[in-house]
């Protein structure tokens, strides 16, 4: 097939049918459109591979040979170019000659010769020094060739008199230091005019303070003056010792509360329950006879702030939330003292209940606050269901209570011991009473006192049921937790 002989510039159209008149002419258009011509069919030229690669391994392999040109490699190296390009094909680094650790350190044969020729042509100055009684001079010795012989193109006295001047020479460089009145070159300080010493200048004298004229500040900074290093030594002591009183208080407190705790002898608990209770964790399937017990309370007390009864499915929507934020919630239960059921077994009954829950938010600033609560069933009032579910709940979110025990609890877990499954700084109880009996709080006052709880609070006719004024009395407790601040969050 023919070819054109002419090159179709690259990214050009193919020719406008314009100006194509003949069949040659769109032949040969199409040709050029299509094919390469041989110019550009032609392979790049092939690099030297002496010039971007290392010397030869075979170049190298004899240690001696090496060491006999002074590190330069092959021989015809060592007046033309005396090294190599480090950069492979693809312009990176190249690998290293596998003999690269048995090659000897490069040495320049005309290193001493450059010294020579230099040595040669520099203005030698050699003068005899007056150095008698060298090791009884306090002086400095300066060798006199050290005056310079001119300085700016100026003798060197004259450059320093101008700068001594109130009006410096234009163009001159201006000292880094400002010389005064008083300001003498070192070639002016020789001890003699043959003398290679200069004398060293007077140490000023500097008034410190006269201890007997000192006030107190001033003899307490001078005591306390223990210089860079002492200061820095002094510094880091107190340091340490802060950290081991630290961990020693630490360590005391760790012990106090196992020492406490290993001899505590537990009084005689003089209300033990009247009743054959134990105590145990909440279930879902006791929320029915915990709603009879709660809307009693709400039906016909003041402990109460709710209005309506509660439902089954609201007390269990409450114990969900307490459960899930690792919060104690517990029943006292009579063996036996419900009712029948159909396969004449004895059912257990819910004779109390009691539950802590989040004074606020578990995520609030008030996470380490818990607010208590507990019920009675009416007819148990005055039997001890209520110390008991006290005893265990105190237990469980006070890590340094030591229960009184005297009455069986069942369930295990890890947030059923000391301290519970959270970390609790304080306990609250808002106590509501009627406004007209406030005899009822002084004795709720003394019988909470039986776990440290405080009365901190009183606020009167807070609210109103039943016809008649409610106030609300509230008390806490500080548990013995203890809480980093910089941690709690």
Known sequence: MPTSSKVRPRGGAVASPSYINTASDKSKALQRSKWPTAAEQRPPPKKDKRSIAWASTNEHSDPESARADNGYGAAKHRKGDRGYQLADWNGDWAPAPVDWDIRPSFQDSDFLDSVEIWRKGSEASIENMDITDFENYDEELVPHAWIPKSINGRPPQVWWNYHLSPTPIPGDVEPEIPLGPESMPFWLTFTSPTSQYIAQPPTPEVDGINPDEEDAKQSQARIKDYGSHDAAVFYINKQLRRKNRKSERRKQERTTVEERKTNYVAPINPHQP????????????????????????????????????????????????????????????????????????????????????????????????????????????????????????????????????????????????????????????????????????????????????????????????????????????????????????
């Open 274 to 489: 009247k009743v054959n209770i134990y105590l145990r964790p909440a279930f879902p399937g006791d929320m029915q006879q915990i709603k009879s017990i709660y809307n009693h309370h709400v039906q016909f007390t003041v402990f109460c702030p709710e209005g309506r009864p509660r439902t089954a499915h609201q007390m269990l929507e409450r114990f969900q939330d307490i459960a899930e934020n690792k919060l104690p919630f517990l029943v006292a239960v009579e063996r036996g003292g419900g009712n029948i059921n159909r396969k004449l077994q004895q059912v257990d009954k819910v004779v109390g209940f009691a539950y802590a829950d989040d004074y606020n938010d578990i995520n609030g600033m008030y996470r380490y606050a818990a607010e208590l609560e507990v019920f009675t069933h009416p007819e148990y009032f005055m039997k001890g269901v209520a110390k008991c579910l006290m005893d265990k709940m105190m237990y469980l979110l006070d890590p340094d209570y030591v229960e009184r025990g005297g009455y069986p609890f069942l369930g295990d877990g890890p947030h059923l011991g000391s301290g519970g499954g959270r970390v609790i700084g304080t306990v609250m109880c808002h106590v509501p009473y009627d406004a007209e009996n406030p005899n009822r709080i002084t004795w709720v006052a003394k019988w909470l006192g039986q776990w440290s709880f405080e009365k901190i609070g009183d606020i009167p006719n807070l609210g109103i049921k039943l016809n008649r004024h409610v106030n609300l009395a509230i008390f806490h407790m500080k548990t013995g937790a203890r809480i980093d601040p910089r941690k709690a969050m």
